[in-house]
């Protein structure tokens, strides 16, 4: 929801030249990290461990061997896409990292669209996009046909009540284009209005019966009881969103697995604060729930969600400025290492807009199924003359 | 392995004679377990104490040093695998290569670039630590001229050849200067460690991708009686990367929670591998560069030797390092109070914002780079933005009337014109009440000062 209220922000700029596309995203970010510094400082180091992982004992003196630990928990496997879409798995580890045991699912990155053309959006965006911005179901084509996307996300933006208002009907006649454009598992994505989300939710739900899309999101700030019976009555799964907080995402996972949810269908949206804007506080949360979860933690034991877009609204990432080099450059890359870093602590998808951002983070985010040393690697043993220049 | 006070207080002298400039011993201990205090500070120790505790207060990953003077860098000490635990130390050092096949004015024009690197954000300046020297030609003259070349540069430099012979010819340039050697492997290392010893030089293992090698050679350096080590298990590219991940976070497991000394060193990444028969063009195998970068200092590389030098590529790294290696104990806030920027007289505009540190330092560069001239009175809201502190409450009309008060802005200026941050729009009207003063409400990101001011000043 915060990169919603960025992209609604960018929305009211949109005659702007593309310098000012992003000038209140800085405030946005501040706004969604400081709960974080205000939480997590000072109390970082008394995490609760419920059940520590085992530490296996010192091998005799001279033999190397691999520090494989058991973990007491498993993080639920969530099914995204099911009816008249093709099926995509989230989480299932039982492990920290794959030389411990590779995980079973690999990290997936989900390509953002829009239910309204987006002038605001990022020019090196726009670039591959600008076609097809009229209509969500051409825009989400062009990402699964031309840039292999697994899964889409569908950002009801124009349901916003400052944007263009448009009903919960509307909201589900998109939904139901973009179902009939393609045939990958879909997140849907409310405009990040409180009071309205839920009712859209429940309405895109309902036209989305039985499709097992991911329903973004359920937060304390909202009515996250419809949300959750939304997705219970039309068979999807739920995200849900807390504030770089342990605690805060610990209640409200619990309160929506008293609304009758499992793990099974939750996944975890931990809040990505970009590189440079705050990226260590969500190192911090992700690496701690992550580690609660395999220690035992039932109330984490759920994949977790990445807005990696929010990357975009870093200032080096977009700032024209010809000391730092190109903004077509930066761009992608701001993208992907925030994505990086957040896949490196166990985030499971990846909500992302750049086409080479994704496949790089794809790339990376493959190996983590396989087994340690099964890879064939170049030979590197002669670097130093092998490189050129 | 974290280190509390209670285990350093057990064996301090416990008689708060406060030779160390502490208060107490306790005192001294917290500051020790915090390492902001030299042990050599407490002159009343006695020996066996002495040793126990430099062993306890050692680091899991021993601290090695590259260059001399002022421009030497310190990489490893870490104690935890996880940041939020304690903290990482000594961020790791970022180097680029040049190779000794280059043209004079080729070589002449990239040790220049490395040396000129610089992005400041929040603050700091960011740039890069050492010049690595590649034996490309495999030529010990032309290794030797490179490293003479090079050396004017006044950068720790990483000496990377595995010929002996080309080693030691540039060792005796350079070997008074600590440079880090580059490497030693199964095929040279008496010849190697031979050199590490005699020129007291750091020296670089570089085992691809076969751990338990990589211990048994580690523990032919040591027992040597080399100490200061550096581990490159390898670094691979494309699928590659998943192996160089494994063992990255296997060494420093070993490391940390085995205490095991064959691997208790910093452990070397090597980006520039990357640029290696790529088949992409110049700026996806840059970003593909950095990726690898940022991969492994996301999982305990300690130093890493990137290729590409364009400044697009290094800024997201630079920026990685900065993030990650801030302190996460420390509040990140700065001092309230009042900041002058540019010629300020009596008639220069007064700014507000909070004390918030990301705040403050992107109000900082932009007014720096708009070469404003203002005071800036930076208000305590106990580390908040503006927007969370007005909601908070900490930015009400009482907060910052008391800081237009006793910050002595009254004595500075001849007007009473306070602009605050644009995300203070709805605190305006109380402020002027309580203040008196007139409140103009300024842009609400502060990349727009300039123009405000321009427009409205
Ligand atoms: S010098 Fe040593 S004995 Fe004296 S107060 Fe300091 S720590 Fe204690």
Redesign the interface.
Known sequence: MDKMMQLLKLLEKTDYIEINEFRMDFDELEFHLMPAVQQIVGKTREESIIGKEVIPSTPAVGEFVPPVHEYPGKIAEVQLGAGTRQTVYLGGQRALYRFEEPQPNPPVVTFDVFDIPMPGLPRPIREHFSDVMDHPGDWAKKAVHDFGANMVTIHLIGTGPKVMDKSPKDAAADIEEVLQAVDVPLVIGGSGDPKKDPIVLEKAAEAAEGERCLLASANLDLDYKKVAKAALDYNHAVLSWAITDVNMQKTLNRYLMKEGLKPEDIVMDPTTCALGYGIEFSVDVITRTRLAALRGDKDLQMPMSSGTTNAWGSREAWMKKDEWGPTKYRGPIWEIITGLTMMLCGVDIFMMLHPLSVQILKEIGDTFTRNYLTTKVPDISEWITQLEG | MIVTAMDVYKLLPKTNCGICGEASCMAFATKLSEKEMELSLCTQMMDEELEKLKNILAPAVSEVTIGTGDKAITIGGDEVL?????TYYNPTALVV?V?DD?EESELEERVKTIKDTE?E?TGEKLTLDAIAI???S?NSEKFVETVKKVKDANLPLLL???NPDSMKAALKIVGSDRPLI?AT?EYNIEEMAALALEYDCPITLFI??D??K???LS?VLRSKGIKDIVLDP??????????S??NF??IR??AI???DEDFRFPIMG?P??T???SKEDK??T???E??IA??LM??YADILIM?GA????L???L??R???Y?D?????AVDPGIYEFGDVNENSPVLMTTN?A??YY?VEGDLKSGNVNCYLLVLDT???????SVAGNQLNAKSVTDLIRNSGIENGVNHQKLIIPG?AAPVSGEIEDESGWEVMVGP??S??IPDFLTEKW
């Not at chain 2, 996880?82 to 304690?86: G, I, K, S």
């Not at chain 2, 390898?234 to 192996?243: E, K, L, N, S």
């Not at chain 2, 364009?310 to 590529?313: A, L």
Request: proline share 4%; charged share 25%; glycine share 8%.
């Open positions: 996880y940041r939020y635990e304690l290569d190779s280059l992005f954000r590649r034996n490309k495999g990377c050849s595995f580059y492997t691809p991708n751990l338990d990589m211990k048994e523990n390898g670094t691979f590219v494309d699928a590659g990367i998943g192996d991940l494994d976070i296997m497991r070993q929670e085995e205490n090597v520039a591998v640029w290696i028969s700026v996806t840059g970003m593909r950095a990726t940022a991969t996301n999982k290729h364009d400044i697009w590529e800024i997201p790294v920026t990685l900065q993030s990650l801030t996460p104990r420390k509040p990140q918030f990301l705040t992107t106990g580390g908040r933005a503006v927007d969370v995300l609400r990101d990349s727009g």
